[in-house]
């Protein structure tokens, strides 16, 4: 079973574009277009990328939740802790820009954020079209995907495209960074997860009044 049957997340960095801080407002770019990730996990391990294109139909049927480390948090739990403002494709990547909510509860993280203590974004979402290649360009589909996911060989690691997903939720959550890399997370519908290898984008605040 691959991403397209689950619901998965994915942890990054978050780069900030702005130049003025008030410490409430996240902006920059959630993903590239073709940039390549190695993904290690239950699957076996492949190169992913996002094409372009990929989030218009979802981002046309409504907005995702902001919420923090996916509403597991005790302190803030499922509710939101902000609202994404604008969430566009433009020749880069997903642009992001979202206002975190003024209160007692968001405030702490808002806090850690700034200090830099939680430097990562994750987005929950579920494939709904992909492409998978060997390493020499050539289409795998079905059971072949299945057997050189396990047993690449010399035609691997298998090159995934993904080309459109269904968006849910994202927002700032607490993940292990080490050199290179950063720990994210695959989830399951039930919650469970599994580490996975990640590109990483800097998440910042800065000033935008709205």
């Not at 609202?83 to 003024?102: I, M, N, T, W, Y």
């Not at 209160?103 to 974004?121: C, Y």
Request: aromatic share 8%; charged share 25%.
């Amino acid at each position: 079973m691959t991403d397209r049957h689950r619901i998965v997340s994915r942890s990054v960095e978050f780069r900030s574009t702005a130049t003025e801080s008030d410490g409430r407002t996240l902006e920059g770019y959630a993903s590239v277009w073709n940039q390549a990730t190695e993904i290690d996990s239950y699957e076996g391990k492949f190169v992913e990328q996002v094409a372009r294109g990929a989030f218009v139909k979802t981002l046309a049927e409504g907005r995702p939740i902001l919420q923090y480390d996916h509403g597991r948090d005790p302190r803030t739990g499922t509710c939101p802790i902000g609202v994404f403002k604008s969430l566009q494709e433009d020749p880069h990547g997903l642009h992001v820009v979202a206002r975190l909510f003024a209160n007692q509860t968001v405030e702490p993280i808002i806090e850690a954020i700034r200090e830099q203590a939680i430097t990562g974004m994750s987005f929950r979402f579920k494939v709904l079209r992909d492409e998978w290649r060997d390493r020499n360009g050539k289409l795998v589909r079905g059971d072949e995907m299945y057997r050189l996911l396990s047993e690449p060989g010399e035609r691997g690691p298998l090159q995934r495209t993904i080309r459109e997903v269904q968006l849910f939720e994202c927002g700032p959550v607490v993940s292990p960074a080490y050199s290179g890399t950063s720990v994210g997370v695959r989830s399951l519908i039930e919650a469970n997860t599994i580490p996975v290898q990640v590109a990483r984008r800097r998440l910042a605040l800065h000033n935008q009044d709205w």
